[in-house]
Nanobody, 118 residues
Framework: VQLQASGGGLVQAGGSLRLSCVASTTNININGMGWYRQAPEKRRELVASIIRDEPTYAVAVKGRFTISRDSAKNTVYLQMDDLKSEDTAVYYC??????????????WGQGTLVTVSS
């Protein structure tokens, strides 16, 4: 599975950006997709994920970010509104498939930088 993310950039606080990620797969069924981010000197953290049209959000972004997915195109989007300086990070696209009850295989994109200036 290859993930190609796009849409990062520089934006002023209060502005918006939309990230996109396309998954290229061969005979692999993807169950869920999402976005993680990693700020300098911090651990990578979940931003939002979606599986079976059910989204999950980190508390820090709930109400400001919206995740959506076009399963037919294997594409996931992250609409980011009311951006804050603390949203500055490298954003990574994630896709995963579930095997049985306990196994999960994760796939990662290359990351796209989002910089929010105050």
């Amino acid at each position: 599975v290859q993930l190609q993310a796009s849409g990062g950039g520089l934006v002023q606080a209060g502005g918006s950006l939309r990230l996109s990620c396309v998954a290229s797969t061969t005979n692999i069924n993807i169950n869920g997709m999402g976005w993680y981010r990693q700020a300098p000197e911090k651990r990578r953290e979940l931003v939002a994920s979606i599986i079976r049209d059910e989204p999950t959000y980190a508390v820090a972004v709930k109400g400001r970010f919206t995740i959506s997915r076009d399963s037919a195109k294997n594409t996931v989007y992250l609409q980011m509104d009311d951006l804050k300086s603390e949203d500055t990070a490298v954003y990574y696209c994630n896709a995963y498939r579930l095997v049985g009850q306990t196994m999960r295989y994760d796939y990662w994109g290359q990351g796209t930088l989002v910089t929010v200036s105050s």
